[in-house]
């Protein structure tokens, strides 16, 4: 192998790691999206008496509709209407069901980008008649699989990277 040769293999070399670095370290989560700071209740508390009222406040200013679903432990839904919305904060009426168990709640909001934001919290209440509990929320998407497009396009990215450095060695070599 020629110097020339190696210096081209070297080249191409850094370029395919440039090019790995750039879409690797470019798929950093973006910082602008609203983030759920507190709730009340609180994800994962338990509570003597149900609440008449769940809120939760995000870091930015949410826009309206936004919703949010209060569910008893044997799936009743126990809101209705629109939840109020001001600034980064959501909250909304919630009737009391009489039930003893975990609740959950769930919610659907927009950030100020236009990012969609869901999750769900549960709390418990421990007044009330025990019921049957309602089937658990299926477990959640894994980051790969929420971002396989993305994943996808980017691996296809990097073999037409590749595949264009590597021409030019092709067509010397003939």
Same mark, same amino acid.
């Given at each position: 192998m020629t110097n020339s040769t190696r210096s081209r293999v070297a080249a191409l070399l850094a370029a395919v %790691?440039?090019? %790995?670095? !750039? $879409? $690797? +370290? +470019?798929?950093a989560p973006a910082g602008? *999206? %609203?983030?759920?700071v507190s709730s009340d209740p609180v994800d994962g508390? !338990?509570?003597?008496?149900? @609440?008449?009222? $769940? #809120? &939760? !406040?995000f870091n930015e200013p949410v826009s309206s509709p936004a919703y949010l679903v209060v569910e008893s432990p044997d799936g009743t839904e126990l809101t209705s209407g629109e939840a109020e919305v001001v600034d980064g904060t959501v909250s909304h009426q919630v009737r009391a069901s009489g039930q003893a168990g975990r609740y959950r709640l769930a919610y659907r909001?927009? #950030?100020?980008?236009g990012h969609p934001i869901s999750g769900t919290l549960h709390y418990a209440v421990t007044a009330g008649r025990p019921v049957t509990q309602a089937a658990e929320d299926p477990? @959640?998407? #894994?980051? $790969? *699989? /929420? *971002?396989r497009e993305h994943l996808m396009w980017g691996a296809g990215g990097l073999v037409a990277a %590749?595949?264009? &450095? &590597?021409? @030019? &060695? /092709? /067509? #010397?070599r003939g």
């Open positions: %790691a440039l090019c %790995a670095l !750039t $879409v $690797v +370290g +470019g798929a602008a *999206h %609203a983030v759920l508390a !338990t509570m003597a008496a149900e @609440p008449s009222e $769940v #809120s &939760l !406040t909001v927009v #950030s100020a980008d477990e @959640p998407a #894994s980051f $790969v *699989h /929420r *971002h %590749a595949g264009l &450095l &590597l021409w @030019p &060695l /092709r /067509r #010397s």
